[in-house]
């Protein structure tokens, strides 16, 4: 199983970015989705989950309204569209796969984002 970040970076606040994280090795349209991050100094926290077939979406309180997650079953890839950022958003964010709470899941090697002026 493999989980691949991609679209972080340096961007101002007020900016956006918007990243994806491609699978492979799952069956992807089975597998609830999410996206996580950490600060440093800070405990990973999650920031938004899409569910495997009805698409479902939860949003932390801090980026509700900001950030949007989506999903292709298609390509295998998840997305996480942010708006609005705040230096606060600043943060390794990471992709985590899950298939149900039973089973093992599976983290991505995370991909940087950096909101500063």
């Known amino acids: 199983v493999q989980l691949v970040e991609s679209g972080g970076g340096l961007v101002q606040p007020g900016g956006s970015l918007r990243l994806s994280c491609a699978a492979s090795g799952v069956t992807f349209s089975s597998y609830v989705m999410s996206w996580y991050r950490q600060a440093p100094g800070k405990e990973r926290e999650l920031v938004a989950r899409i569910s495997s077939v009805a698409g479902r979406t939860n949003y932390a309180d801090s980026v509700k309204g900001r950030f949007t997650i989506s999903r292709d079953n298609a390509k295998n890839t998840v997305y996480l569209q942010m708006i609005s950022l705040k230096p606060e958003d600043t943060a390794v964010y990471y992709c985590?796969?899950?298939?149900?709470?039973?089973?093992?899941?599976?983290w991505g090697q995370g991909t940087q984002v950096t909101v500063s002026s």
């Open positions: 985590y796969a899950y298939a149900n709470l039973a089973s093992p899941g599976y």
